[in-house]
T-cell receptor, first 112, second 114 residues
């Protein structure tokens, strides 16, 4: 069975600092990996996804993630965060079925 | 604008009073799903539908019903709500079945059962 672990429930960071949100997954088959962002009082928005090919995936708002098969990780990074990046971020995994499994979320808090 | 529309955004109800949360998408998506979001638990799938008249249980289906009579609509029905169903609910859709497609989410319905 698939599962997703987001190692940090909260990540505080100062504006313009780099940030990494960690995600590890477990699956016995090939997977597709996603990062979603949820701004306050809004639904989830797709940030980026890995389907195949290059292991470095670029998404919206300057975020990127790297798929590491040997470490079963898909960490999300941004070199310089803004106040507006304050949100909750969810990592998710899917295989060739229709099931999308979400992690428990990481709350990114950016301070001025 | 391509979107998933949920109504209502906020709902307070009493235990045992039947309610329906509506969900509609305008993208001709085949696949639709309902999730609930609870603190510390992330999003958990309640029910999903692969097409009209095809629905199946997700991970936490107890206490919920769904129907898919038209492609665009996928209502969530709570026949007899209980306080443990207080949660934030999201409807989502995607173009086709298969794991590589991302979801489009609605804005959410915050339900409180007292």
């Amino acid at each position: 069975a698939q599962s997703v672990t987001q190692l940090d429930s909260q990540v505080p960071v100062f504006e313009e600092a780099p940030v990494e949100l960690r995600c590890n997954y477990s699956s016995s088959v090939s997977v597709y990996l996603f990062w979603y962002v949820q701004y306050p009082n809004q639904g989830l928005q797709l940030l980026l996804k890995y389907l195949s090919g290059s292991t470095l995936v670029k998404g919206i708002n300057g975020f990127e993630a790297e798929f590491n098969k040997s470490q079963t990780s898909f960490h999300l990074r941004k070199p310089s965060v803004h106040i507006s990046d304050t949100a909750e971020y969810f990592c998710a995994v899917s295989d060739n079925t229709d099931k999308l499994i979400f992690g428990t979320g990481t709350r990114l808090q950016v301070f001025p | 604008e391509a979107q998933v529309t949920q109504n209502p955004r906020y709902l307070i109800t009493v235990t045992g009073k039947k309610l329906t949360v509506t969900c509609s998408q305008n993208m001709n998506h085949e696949y639709m799903s309902w999730y609930r979001q609870d603190p510390g638990l992330g999003l958990r799938q309640i029910y999903y539908s692969m097409n009209v008249e095809v629905t199946d249980k997700g991970d936490v289906p107890e206490g919920y019903k769904v129907s898919r009579k038209e492609k665009r609509n996928f209502p969530l029905i709570l026949e007899s709500p209980s306080p443990n169903q207080t949660s934030l609910y999201f409807c989502a859709s995607r173009l086709e079945t298969g794991g590589g497609y991302g979801y489009t989410f609605g804005s959410g319905t915050r339900l409180t059962v007292v």
